[in-house]
DNA sequence: ACCTGAACACCGTTCAAGT
DNA sequence: ACCTGAACACCGTTCAAGT
């Protein structure tokens, strides 16, 4: 019917803007991203945008849940298979998303709406971190006595984790300097 | 003369532009302080802002430079007994300087001036605080044999430490949440 | 050398008007 | 409901003109 045409229409047409959006947030940044030109690139008038999104920074939280689930999907596929190597690989995944990972930071300062997709991300992060770090300690310690860190340490941990992630990403640090770093963390797990 | 009396009007001048561009830069953040702004503040045309710095990003750099050299002198007065309490006192003063440190990732993209800036800062925070490592561990080994971590090691920490302190003041770790993982850094430094 | 008033090209966003 | 052309208020920056 009539109706179902038009909802598929105005589903296509926003992924056709967070599609334009994403690709230029990801290569030129939030901040070098006109809504002029990504209107362009989408195909439509500047105006227009503003008919399926609130403002600019609700576009960046649709980009931003675009490529998690992307990036999330692509963990799925290759497993990593040390605890070390699951790291590293967190690490050049978001290399790819340096630019919008600055950007969230910059706009959880002046936009509610993206301060709160942080704090969900970061909630979301540090489970899924704390669930890798419980399975990695349970192979660990297979056979021999469990050995677990305090409720405290775990708690921390996720979080310290997150943020040299994070700090690797956005001072560009070269893939031996990742090795090392992201090594040293497991080491220093370990030894807890 | 009146070259030299020229010349302190001028320096008194720039100091005044400075001064109102920390306040705002501190209080509303870069992006949210407009040149207009800045210049109503000091009590100039927006113009002649020009007449002293070659755009925004000079300005910025100037803030930047006086702060932490503020920041330094703060830290000499009173000298933190432990090195987690050094570690401390560092993310409290970070924590006055958060719309800094957010707007130098974000503009360190962009401008060229001010990523320089942001690696000569790293590099001195870096050989700092590997400084500070150092008498950590030789007054923990005072007496005893004295146990060093490898080189690589001591490349790594103080890399990791300024991560955790950039990520501790920009997500907005409460003062038990510092605490907890300040201790655990340096926790897990002994233990190496 | 220093400072101004006025302008420039641009930005995110809005709105009256169309279909 | 959806989209447009034209406008709005603002931004960082520049420039001709003054002293």
Redesign the pocket.
Known sequence: VARNR?TVD?AA?RQAIVDAAAELFVRDGYDA?????LARAAG?????L??YFD???HLLVAVLDQEVVAALAAHQTNRATTLTEQLLQTVDTLDRLNALTITVHARSQLSPTVASWHDRFHTAGDQWMLAAIRRHLASRDAGGEARVPSDADLAAIPRLWSYAIEGMVAHGLDQSEREALCALLVRQLDAL
């Open positions: 038009a105005r047409k991203t006109s809504m002029t030109a439509v008038t500047p105006n227009t503003y008919w403002d600019k920074d």
